[in-house]
């Protein structure tokens, strides 16, 4: 059976059926740049809060829009002293300790450092949580069919990616 509820389907239509010309235009806006699309806490190798040394898994990089990569952070960071609210979040959840700067921080310095429009994150944060909640599901299957690993099993990993998608939505 299918963990993504029927519910979902509104989050679906506004990720895949949104205007053709809009993703274009988003899309065309977007300077193109070597993106890791998957950078979360747990991909960044540092010593301290404030450094960056390294970043891990660049097998599936692309050149492409850096926001979805941003995207990708920003729904992977905990926010430093509130609860993990994603199994993702739960990954990196060092990023809930003092010192560690907020979802909002990290953005507003990326804007400062790139000089890029964030405006429009929160598209690229709820496909980052709609990717996250289809990565999971696919993992939860192959647990059900006996090839996964049981961290995957629990079918409320994949609601928690789809209710965190809807809060942002409902947010705008």
Same mark, same amino acid.
């Given at each position: 059976?299918?963990? =993504?509820?029927?519910?979902?389907? #509104?989050?679906?239509?506004?990720?895949?059926?949104?205007? #053709?010309? /809009?993703?274009?235009?988003?899309?065309?806006?977007? +300077?193109? #740049?070597? $993106?890791?699309?998957?950078?979360?806490? +747990?991909? =960044?190798?540092?010593?301290?809060?404030?450094?960056?040394?390294?970043?891990?898994?660049?097998?599936?990089? %692309?050149?492409?829009?850096?926001?979805?990569?941003?995207?990708?952070?920003?729904?992977?960071? /905990?926010?430093?002293?509130?609860?993990?609210?994603? $199994?993702?979040? !739960?990954?990196?959840?060092?990023?809930?300790?003092?010192?560690?700067?907020?979802?909002?921080?990290?953005?507003? $310095?990326?804007?400062?450092?790139?000089?890029?429009?964030?405006?429009?994150?929160?598209?690229?944060?709820?496909?980052?949580? @709609?990717?996250?909640?289809?990565? @999971?599901?696919?993992?939860? !299957?192959?647990?059900?069919?006996? !090839?996964?690993?049981?961290?995957? %099993?629990?079918?409320?990993?994949?609601?928690?990616?789809?209710? #965190? %998608?809807?809060?942002? =939505?409902?947010?705008?």
């Amino acid at each position: 059976p299918m963990c =993504i509820k029927p519910a979902s389907a #509104a989050l679906l239509a506004v990720l895949l059926f949104s205007p #053709a010309s /809009a993703l274009r235009a988003q899309a065309s806006a977007a +300077q193109a #740049a070597a $993106a890791q699309t998957g950078t979360a806490p +747990q991909t =960044i190798e540092s010593e301290q809060p404030s450094r960056v040394e390294a970043v891990l898994d660049w097998e599936l990089a %692309a050149v492409g829009d850096p926001l979805v990569d941003l995207g990708y952070l920003v729904a992977a960071w /905990a926010e430093p002293g509130h609860a993990p609210a994603t $199994a993702i979040e !739960r990954l990196g959840a060092a990023s809930t300790a003092a010192g560690f700067p907020t979802r909002a921080d990290l953005v507003a $310095a990326y804007a400062a450092s790139s000089g890029r429009d964030v405006g429009d994150l929160t598209w690229y944060v709820v496909l980052a949580e @709609w990717k996250l909640a289809v990565l @999971w599901e696919y993992n939860r !299957r192959r647990v059900e069919a006996g !090839r996964g690993d049981p961290y995957y %099993a629990d079918p409320a990993h994949v609601t928690e990616f789809l209710d #965190a %998608a809807r809060r942002l =939505i409902i947010a705008g």
